[in-house]
């Protein structure tokens, strides 16, 4: 199985910058895509930003130019900066890890994020 960490969550003001860390573990075999997913009160969870193995990057719309995915492989971890942060923003965000071809998704705790306007 695979378990995932996530840290970097809390209280920012509109405009404000944050950085969510997720740390993966277990049987992280390749091709796989790992990434962001956010869950607001009463909607579904929506996909935020994911990238590759292979660094191919995946973004919704609505953060597109705010917000950016990266990984680090040598530590088998995910990052997601978000700037310019807008109340829209706030959300219980969750890390997530999928092997290409396989239909289960693997998700993190999840880590509140709150944009106070």
């Known amino acids: 199985q695979v378990q995932l960490v996530e840290s970097g969550g809390g209280l920012v003001q509109p405009g404000g910058s944050l950085r969510l860390s997720c740390v993966a573990s277990?049987?992280?075999?390749?091709?796989?895509?790992m990434g962001w997913y956010r869950q607001a009160p009463g909607k579904e969870r929506e996909l935020v930003a994911v990238m590759t193995s292979g660094g191919a990057a995946n973004y919704a719309d609505s953060v597109k130019g705010r917000f950016t995915v990266s990984r680090d492989n040598a530590k088998n971890t995910v990052y997601l900066q978000m700037n310019s942060l807008k109340p829209e923003d706030t959300a219980v965000y969750y890390c997530?890890?999928?092997?290409?071809?396989?239909?289960?998704?693997?998700w993190g705790q999840g880590t509140q994020v709150t944009v106070s306007s």
């Open positions: 997530n890890f999928k092997r290409v071809s396989y239909v289960v998704y693997y």
């Open positions: 277990g049987s992280l075999y390749s091709p796989n895509v």
